[in-house]
């Protein structure tokens, strides 16, 4: 993502759903990402792309509700990515899922 399209989206965002707040937005994110689960089961190359971009513009909106800037929110990712560097990983649980090692 650049600042330039985060700050567009954003905008939009808060142009078109004025009342939208972080957990509104948080929740609708919820709602996309089943429908992305459904499409990627379905094998759908079409709607896997648009759920995966629907899930980015509700987590930019989140973002900006929370006041992160593009900066600073690339700057987050970069610290928590850091931290998983560092971590150990347990194996995928019966659902696939692997999380770190509790430490």
């Not at 089961?41 to 909106?61: Q, S, V």
């Amino acid at each position: 993502m650049t600042e330039k399209q985060f700050k567009e989206i954003t905008q939009w965002q808060n142009k078109t759903f004025p009342t939208a707040t972080a957990l509104s937005s948080a929740t609708h994110l919820k709602d996309e990402i089943a429908e992305l689960m459904e499409a990627i089961k379905l094998g759908n190359r079409f709607e896997i792309n648009h759920e995966i971009a629907d899930c980015f513009i509700l987590l930019f909106n989140i973002a900006d509700k929370c006041s992160l800037s593009h900066m600073s929110l690339k700057a987050i990712i970069d610290e928590k990515m850091a931290i998983n560097y560092a971590r150990t990983w347990n194996k995928p649980d019966e659902r696939g899922v692997v999380k770190h090692v509790k430490e």
